[in-house]
């Protein structure tokens, strides 16, 4: 038995991803964002659970940049996941299977969540500085 040497389909040097692909791999991942998150929100539970020193410590960890970019990573993966998750109910619904139309929803899943993130984040950040 001989082994040809050819390349696996699709070959990966010649592969050029197409949105379908990277939208999918992105849900697939927005998925497990949101999973690691929810750990996030378990500690803050525990923390407020274990009194003012730990719910403290964690409230610092959170207002650093990093939590600030963790929560806006979390945030941004709630509304793509959400969002997309809509576009395969219709899709199980039997609509937008036009390859026009599954372009135009991929691109309205990903302007839809990006604009949410923002306005969530700008919302929350404007309530913040009025002191509400």
């Not at 996030?40 to 207002?63: E, K, Q, S």
Request: charged residues 10%; neutral net charge.
């Amino acid at each position: 038995m001989t082994h040809d040497k050819r390349p696996l389909s699709p070959d990966l040097q010649i592969y050029r991803p197409q949105l379908t692909s990277v939208l999918s791999i992105m849900h697939r991942l927005t998925g497990i964002v949101l999973s690691a998150g929810s750990l996030l929100l378990v500690a803050w539970l525990v923390a407020g659970a274990a009194g003012p020193a730990a719910y403290h410590a964690l409230l610092d960890l959170v207002r650093s940049w990093l939590g600030q970019a963790l929560l806006f990573g979390w945030t941004f993966s709630l509304f793509y996941h959400l969002c997309n998750g809509i576009r395969h109910l219709c899709w199980d619904a039997g609509y937008g299977f036009e390859l026009t139309a599954i372009y135009a929803s991929g691109w309205t899943v990903v302007a839809a969540s990006t604009t949410l993130t923002l306005v969530t984040w700008l919302t929350g950040l404007f309530f913040m500085g009025a002191g509400i």
